[in-house]
T-cell receptor, first 112, second 116 residues
Framework: DAKTTQPTSMDCAEGRAANLPCNHS???????VYWYRQIHSQGPQYIIH???NNETNEMASLIITEDRKSSTLILPHATLRDTAVYYC?????????????FGPGTRLSVLP | DSGVTQTPKHLITATGQRVTLRCSPR?????VYWYQQSLDQGLQFLIQ???????AKGNILERFSAQQFPDLHSELNLSSLELGDSALYFC???????????????FGAGTRLSVL
């Protein structure tokens, strides 16, 4: 089972910030949170990851709460090409064997 | 471009047949993962290999098998195919970097399998 919960869908106006929340209340102290997106039937695309500090890269920003039980992915200026399913993932396993458990994700629709 | 190459892009076959899907990981990545995505199931983890050794297994059917070769490419073999095996099959690789970056999985474009 996925270790994260996300809203099923969200809409965002083009040019506005898209804020996608994720709950991961059972995350352990040394586990990272990873965000991916999947546009139509393409391969999932890595966006960003974080442990406890806020992170920013050329694609997005990641805000992680102090208790690490939730996080928010921010797309600062959403475009139509950002319409996709966004997945928040906590790794399952350990350094020997591991995988990602993909939940249903959040379907983000960016509207003109 | 993720650097992960999957072939073929599309595969159409009949029930009962056997197919092989191929994956070349990013240069330097030692781990390879296989996922299945069907319309009603979402992305499901099948199996992980690390430097030729099986490391983690998901809900992979007994009719499916995989291996990773010394050159680190991987193959997923699907046999006795059924209609329900029609899906997108993704390969991912990881291994570079440190901390959380070494577990980032980079996905290929997938192989679309249609079983008729």
């Amino acid at each position: 089972d996925a270790k994260t919960t996300q809203p099923t869908s969200m809409d965002c106006a083009e040019g506005r910030a898209a804020n996608l929340p994720c709950n991961h209340s059972t995350i352990s102290g040394n586990e990272y949170v990873y965000w991916y997106r999947q546009i139509h039937s393409q391969g999932p695309q890595y966006i960003i990851h974080g442990l406890k500090n806020n992170e920013t890269n050329e694609m997005a920003s990641l805000i992680i709460t102090e208790d690490r039980k939730s996080s928010t992915l921010i797309l600062p200026h959403a475009t139509l090409r950002d319409t996709a399913v966004y997945y928040c993932i906590v790794r399952v396993g350990d350094n020997y064997g591991q995988n990602f458990v993909f939940g249903p994700g959040t379907r983000l629709s960016v509207l003109p | 471009d993720s650097g992960v190459t999957q072939t073929p892009k599309h595969l159409i076959t009949a029930t009962g047949q056997r197919v092989t899907l191929r994956c070349s990981p990013r240069s330097g990545d030692l781990s390879v993962y296989w996922y299945q995505q069907s319309l009603d199931q979402g992305l499901q983890f099948l199996i992980q290999y690390y430097n030729g050794e099986e490391r983690a297994k998901g809900n992979i059917l007994e009719r499916f098998s995989a291996q990773q070769f010394p050159d680190l490419h991987s193959e997923l073999n699907l046999s006795s195919l059924e209609l329900g095996d029609s899906a997108l099959y993704f390969c991912a690789s990881s291994g570079g970097g440190s901390g959380g970056a070494k577990n980032i999985q980079y996905f290929g474009a997938g192989t679309r399998l249609s079983v008729l």
